[in-house]
């Protein structure tokens, strides 16, 4: 098991944080969200990989057969559910930002501050 | 009667797809009778669950797959009263703002009612999991109600800043939460908390320390500690409010007892050597926590903005109870969890009432307008002085378990602070109170800054209807520290939520928990020096209110210029929140990372 895919986790983890504090677009700023949201499938896949682990169905397989984690993979699943829900909300918000202020950057949004 | 435990998620969220998917079918009054007939129905039967695990503590299986050979396979619900309690009082809150909502929203669109029932099933789900990804998801579903909620007059730029704010950085503390499950998965092969905390025992490593870093302090943001709250008092400032409602009395407090479960279920047994070092952390985010709430709160002239740093003040006392990481701590912090909530629900509803009758909620703006309205300064200024907890009023209580706490672990400093800073933010909202209804003071801005009203959203408003669920959520929170037997029963709940021995025996082998003693229904006394800060801190927030009214004058004004710097911290712009939150993140982590071993 190599250590590179928890590298590229965190290294996604990071560029999209970095995306997300200095983006001047609400769009950008929602995308970025996706991207620290990837790491975490990243770090969950690479968690449940097992070398040379087969797909996780057991129907016809002997017994014994080396197979990856399912358990992480339907976490995957589910994360990648939440955040479609919230990214989709962001976005929708955003429509309604360009609706208001006729713009979507996020520092001319700033009404109520202080 | 384990069998309740599941209803007090599925019902509403039943009702909730019902509500929404028969949007087309049903005239909007039957909606809305279902969605208040749901809303009575989880609070009685949260009450009957909490009456029912008052004795001992049950865990209940879904689909019946219980543990096999020690190891949990299944998905739980640890129910005990302190749990079983915050449903209730979740769902009361939610029912209240409902019944609310009948004067105050009655035109608006109709996911609201689909939207308030997710949000209770939602919460009622994440404080009795005992799984850690099903806390996960129970979190999202509640926060991603609570972004639609906030974000529900979207015909205004406030809302839509507010409610983009909330959702960006409650969904990065989400992903937080998630990266810090998943190394703990990979540690220990596990979700369920029971079994982490049995495999993770006496094991404490690197790792543990990061993962509890991302779990605590994704708890933290949701929960708006310090430096995580940035988002809430844009959120808060901006959503209807009965909506503000269930958020600064029940929703923000989900983080607190994430925390607390997580500690005593899992990070308890790595780190059992160096409990305090866990805490002392912890403590230290309270405390500064409360005080810049209670500072921030004196600095706002928007009704709601302040109630917003109110919450924050007491949502860091209440860290600050169980960051002593005892009963008696833990104790104050639910039984001020309950009162908090009714206070606080009816100033966020009394604010809706002045926004409805006055079309504003600006300290300034209204100085003097509502001088007419004697029942709701009379609930206002009440609510206000229960939050203070002037003796045996209100949070008087939580505070009194809280100060026996901290003076049982020698750190009677800890009592002072948590005491001022709930007169910081009493102070300000007597300030304003005295403004709107005695017509007190001056109008003059200064440091308040300029008006950031929102056009009022209330049509065919009701009075009569939201004083009353304003001055019954109002009662409820001041009569709680009067209640009989209510201090020995939290003791004791909270004596059985730490044990970790127990929890695990009854979780992994399903031993049942030990039962506890009958408890006498008596008034719990205070300690001498309860008595004294209480009675100081009375005479301090009129004080404070009275100065705050005058504005500073002269050289004292010198004062406010870091005030003012503090203020401009909080820049209303969702990027800067982002940094502050990965400052935090890395602050915290690297404290424990040095400090623990």
């Given at each position: ?84 829900t ?29 | ?10 019902l509403p969220l039943l009702t909730a797809a019902v509500v929404a998917g028969g949007d087309h079918l049903m005239?909007s009054?039957v909606q809305r009778a279902l969605g208040l007939g749901c809303g ?54 939610v029912?209240?703002a409902l019944?609310?909502s009948?004067?105050?929203v009655?035109?608006a669109g109709r996911p609201y009612h689909a939207l308030m029932l997710l949000a209770l099933g939602a ?18 579903l509640a926060?991603t109600a609570g972004y639609a909620l906030?974000?529900f ?89 009965p909506v503000?409602?269930m ?351």
């Amino acid at each position: 098991m190599s250590v590179l895919p928890y590298v590229s986790a965190a290294w996604i983890c990071a560029v999209g944080l970095y995306g997300a504090i200095t983006s001047r677009n609400l769009i950008h700023l929602a995308l970025c969200l996706t991207v620290v949201q990837s790491s975490t499938y990243v770090l969950l896949l690479a968690i449940g990989y097992v070398n040379r682990g087969g797909a996780p169905i057991f129907k016809g397989v002997k017994l014994g057969t080396r197979a990856v984690d399912p358990v992480v993979q339907s976490l995957t699943l589910t994360d990648i559910v939440v955040s479609v829900t919230v990214v989709a909300l962001i976005l929708a918000l955003a429509l309604d930002a360009h609706k208001d202020a006729g713009s979507v950057d996020p520092d001319t949004l700033a009404d109520v501050k202080g | 009667m384990s069998w309740l435990a599941p209803l007090l998620v599925v019902l509403p969220l039943l009702t909730a797809a019902v509500v929404a998917g028969g949007d087309h079918l049903m005239p909007s009054f039957v909606q809305r009778a279902l969605g208040l007939g749901c809303g009575v129905a989880v609070t009685v039967l949260a009450a009957l669950l909490m009456w029912r695990v008052e004795a001992h503590g049950i865990v209940y299986w879904f689909g019946g797959w219980g543990p096999r050979n020690g190891f949990a396979i299944g998905i739980d619900f640890n129910i005990e009263p302190l749990g079983a309690g915050m449903c209730v009082v979740i769902a009361a809150v939610v029912t209240v703002a409902l019944a609310y909502s009948e004067g105050y929203v009655k035109g608006a669109g109709r996911p609201y009612h689909a939207l308030m029932l997710l949000a209770l099933g939602a919460m009622c789900g994440f404080a009795l999991s005992g799984d850690i990804f099903n806390m996960f998801v129970w979190l999202e579903l509640a926060s991603t109600a609570g972004y639609a909620l906030t974000g529900f007059s979207v015909r205004q730029l406030g809302p839509v800043q507010g409610a983009i704010n909330f959702a960006i950085v409650n969904a990065l503390a989400g992903y937080v939460f998630a990266t810090g499950l998943a190394l703990l998965y990979g540690r220990t092969g596990t979700l369920n908390l029971a079994q982490m905390g049995a495999t993770l025992a006496g094991r404490p490593s690197g790792l543990v320390i990061v993962a509890m870093t991302l779990v605590f302090t994704a708890l933290l943001t949701k929960g708006a500690c310090v430096p995580f709250h940035f988002w809430a008092a844009d959120a808060y400032a901006v959503a209807p409010a009965p909506v503000c409602a269930m958020f600064g009395a029940v929703m923000t407090d989900l983080g607190l007892i994430g925390v607390a479960r997580l500690y005593w279920l899992v990070f308890q047994a790595p780190f059992a050597g160096d409990a305090r070092t866990v805490g002392d952390l912890l403590l230290a985010i309270g405390l500064a926590t409360a005080l810049l709430g209670g500072v921030m709160a004196l600095l706002q002239r928007h009704l709601r903005r302040m109630l917003a740093y109110s919450v924050i003040c007491h949502i860091g006392i209440m860290l600050t109870g169980i960051a002593l990481l005892g009963s008696k701590g833990l104790a104050g912090t639910a039984v001020m969890f309950v009162s908090h909530a009714g206070l606080v629900a009816a100033l966020f509803l009394a604010t809706g009432i002045l926004m409805a009758k006055y079309g504003s909620i600006d300290e300034l703006t209204l100085h003097g307008r509502a001088r007419s309205e004697r029942l709701l300064a009379t609930v206002w200024f009440a609510a206000a002085l229960g939050l203070v907890g002037v003796p045996y009023v209100g949070v008087y209580l939580g505070h009194a378990l809280i100060d026996d706490g901290a003076a049982a672990l020698g750190r009677h400093w800890v009592q002072p602070i948590t005491w001022l800073a709930g007169v910081l933010a009493g102070a300000a909202l007597l300030r304003a109170g005295a403004r709107i209804f005695f017509g007190l003071g001056g109008t003059r801005a200064g440091l308040l800054g300029p008006n950031i009203d929102q056009q009022p959203f209330d049509r065919d408003v009701s009075h009569p209807l939201l004083l009353g669920c304003a001055a019954l959520a109002a009662a409820l929170g001041l009569s709680i520290s009067l209640l009989p037997g209510i201090a020995q029963r939290a003791e004791s709940a909270a004596d059985s939520f730490q044990n970790r021995a127990a929890w695990t025996a009854s979780i992994l082998h399903g031993r049942p928990q030990p039962t506890r003693p009958q408890l006498p229904y008596a008034i719990a006394g205070s300690s001498r020096e309860t008595i004294i800060y209480s009675a100081a801190a009375f005479v301090l927030v009129l004080a404070v209110a009275g100065v705050s009214l005058r504005g500073l004058r002269g050289r004292a004004q010198r004062l406010l210029e870091p005030a003012e710097a503090l203020k401009a911290l909080h820049s209303g712009v969702a990027g800067d929140y982002i940094l502050w939150l990965t400052i935090g993140i890395a602050t915290y982590g690297s404290i424990w990372a040095f400090t623990l071993r």
